[in-house]
């Protein structure tokens, strides 16, 4: 998957899967935006799981987001069945760990990473998208309820030390 950003905002800018001679670069670009932005304690064992690339390209889809020759952003593409897919329902594909460089905020490449996930499930003939973000995380959000996403109360959750996260969910049939 080599995709190319069309339109002004993102000129140059590329969607792919990892190589994982990036995954240092992924992974300092997730905890900087995780940890650096407040969503996460340090040194929280989700901290921990951010900076673990390697190990989530074992078992997940790690797509990045490159402009200028440089990892701009990422997000992880858990399919059913993965130790990464948390939340999704059958016929559901769920991402997670979307995290965009703030100097790169702009470039539209956290909006051309979700499209590609919508676009790999239509693809993949799933039913929806599922994921799970904080409420905090407010330039996301934007991105979500641009493509459609719709908040799904019953499937919130909190994490072990009582933070709130909400599910969000696209409906492909819609």
Not at 90 to 114: D, H, I, S, Y
């Amino acid at each position: 998957m080599d995709k190319a950003g069309s339109g002004a905002g993102n000129a140059g800018l590329v969607i792919r899967t990892a190589r994982a001679d990036e995954y240092a670069a992924v992974a300092e670009l997730t905890v900087e935006v995780y940890v650096g932005e407040g969503f996460v304690r340090p040194g929280s064992p989700y901290a921990a799981e951010l900076a673990d690339t390697a190990h989530r390209g074992a078992s997940a889809q790690i797509l990045v987001a490159t402009h200028a020759d440089r990892v701009v952003g990422s997000l992880t593409v858990a399919r059913p069945g993965t130790p990464y897919a948390e939340i999704a329902l059958p016929g559901e594909l769920e991402f997670r760990m979307l995290a965009v460089a703030k100097t790169a905020r702009g470039l539209g490449a956290g909006t051309a990473l979700v499209r590609t996930v919508i676009d790999t499930a239509r693809a993949e003939n799933f039913g929806a998208v599922a994921l799970t973000t904080m409420p905090a995380m407010t330039d996301a959000r934007r991105i979500y309820d641009r493509f459609g996403f719709v908040r799904a109360p019953e499937r919130d959750w909190r994490t072990p030390a009582g933070e709130l996260l909400t599910v969000l969910r696209l409906d492909l049939a819609a």
